[in-house]
């Protein structure tokens, strides 16, 4: 069973920056996809960003486009999402998800692993 752990979350001022990471326990997958989504408070998971193991293509939702960099340390198993000018609405839990590569990056179940997320709160 493949487990990934968050961390990096935290409260931030409007227009600050945080650095998510996603360590994952080694996983039998060559060609994966990490995905990371945010809920926020009493709304449905969205995906925020996507990026393929194979090539290291990144999707960006529109919303974060410019602001919200995905990375990853494929030798390390661990996961990044560097997030600059951060919006109060951009407030809530945030997900990283690894399946095999998705149809669509931004639909969570598509996503086989999921960790158990970690709070970002943006103050306006």
């Given at each position: 069973?493949v487990q990934l752990?968050?961390?990096?979350g935290?409260?931030v001022q409007a227009?600050g920056?945080?650095?998510?990471?996603?360590?994952?326990s080694?996983?039998?997958?060559?060609?994966?996809?990490?995905?990371?989504?945010h809920?926020?408070p009493?709304k449905e998971r969205?995906?925020?960003s996507g990026?393929?193991?194979?090539?290291?293509?990144?999707?960006?939702?529109d919303?974060?486009?410019?602001r919200?960099?995905?990375s990853a340390?494929n030798?390390?198993?661990?996961?990044?999402l560097?997030?600059n000018?951060?919006?109060?609405?951009d407030?809530?839990v945030?997900y990283?998800?690894?399946?095999?590569p998705?149809?669509?990056?931004?639909d969570?179940?598509e996503?086989r692993y999921?960790?158990?997320?970690?709070?970002?709160?943006?103050?306006?």
């Amino acid at each position: 069973q493949v487990q990934l752990l968050e961390s990096g979350g935290g409260l931030v001022q409007a227009g600050g920056s945080l650095t998510l990471s996603c360590a994952a326990s080694t996983f039998a997958m060559d060609d994966y996809f990490i995905g990371w989504f945010h809920q926020a408070p009493g709304k449905e998971r969205e995906g925020v960003s996507g990026l393929s193991s194979f090539d290291g293509e990144t999707y960006y939702a529109d919303s974060v486009k410019g602001r919200f960099f995905a990375s990853a340390d494929n030798a390390k198993y661990t996961f990044y999402l560097q997030m600059n000018d951060l919006k109060p609405e951009d407030t809530g839990v945030y997900y990283c998800a690894v399946g095999p590569p998705p149809r669509d990056a931004f639909d969570p179940d598509e996503y086989r692993y999921w960790g158990q997320g970690t709070q970002v709160t943006v103050s306006s």
